[in-house]
């Protein structure tokens, strides 16, 4: 290691350690990217993908083979009835949009049941301050269940809501977001999914799964829900696609939201690819192995902080539902060391020293650390800290293993020399 990077002997040792006291989660890890593989590689084989399916279409993109043939496919991958994936989602926030957008109408109401969405959602919901076009200007109300005292969902509070009243959509977040609370597992979900459906059957569950995809070997749409929702420069991109996102669940469900993509009428038969199908159909192709070398690289973190004494969520050898791992450093000198230091093992843009800035949306000064090869890309390593309490960064993804180890170690490495940590 020493051939290219300056670290602590200790340092080293404590790399040594970790890899080898890890080995029986990476090979359970591993087993769940292959049974995840297989899925993608026979849902490519069943679907016939050939290389005709990456001609670029233009204009308005009717009849087009490519795009068609990816959306079956990633069905197939979330054992869904359909899907929409396409570069024309400009974010996950833009999906989810759409998404919600393409099932509520004026007066109906949506309940979330986990808590305080992610943070872009507040404006797209219209809570908190009134936002131009929101869901709230068009009429639609929304109601939420807050977590427990434990962060995880409210059983009882949520089948006395579903009691009181007919819900138009039923929202559960899967991941975290800048929360400390705990991810939703599948089976979670499954249970939430069964408890709204017995109540109300025609209650439509929405799931924002960014951050989960092939992180289990099943996905909401496989228990259930009927509409998955995420991100394409998240896991299902596999760190290739450029740009983009997807909807993915029951068929009707499906149409409704591609009408509200494009124009009623015409939803997803147009949509040029512009030549972006080879990326896509290669991004997913490689999405189960490189979200599984970001679930390496966050128990990797998690060892590591944890044994340097800091307070880690999820812990080292607890299940995973997501790539995201949280490291509660306690202090904003060692937020901003831990970024930095992150920063100088990217690929891209290792001499750019970080800093916490204003960040729109953000109450606070956030810090980030990111060298991606796709602008904001967080299935590549990165962290984002937001500059108060309790100081926690959020770090997630790693196309690969080792590099992205490297990157953690650096973090550790540059805190240590700022005498964040003592070895
Ligand atoms: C990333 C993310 C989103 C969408 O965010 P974008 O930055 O708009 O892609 C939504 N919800 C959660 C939980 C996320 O992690």
Known sequence: MNAFFNIDKKLEALDEKANYELKDIFSEIDATTKHNQLKVLSAFIKNGVSEAHFNAST??????????????VFADCMQAEDSIFRHSFASG????????FGILRPNDTMLCLTGRPYDTLIGVLGIGHPSDGSLADFGINYDEVNLTNDGTPDFESIQAKLLSKFYKVAYIQ?????TLRPSLSINKIKKLVNLVKSISPETVVIVDNCYGEFVEREEPTSVGADLIVGSLIKNPGGGIAPTGGYIAGRKKYVQQCANRLTAPGVGREVGATLGLNRELFMGLFNAPHVTGEALKTAVYTAYLFEHLGFEVTPRPFESRTDIIQTVVLKDPGALVAFCQGMQKGAPVDSFVVPEPWEMPGYDCPV?????????????????????????AAWMQGGLNFHSASMGVLLAVQSMLEKGFIKL
């Open 59 to 72: 204009g308005y993109g009717y009849g087009d083979r490519g795009r068609e043939t990816l959306e079956q």
């Open 367 to 391: 810090i980030m650390a990111a060298g991606a090869f796709t602008l904001g890309a967080s299935i590549e390593l990165s962290a984002d800290a937001p500059l108060r309490e309790p100081y």
């Open 93 to 100: 926030t833009h999906a989810i949009t759409v998404a919600l």
């Open 174 to 178: 899967r991941s975290r977001g800048y």
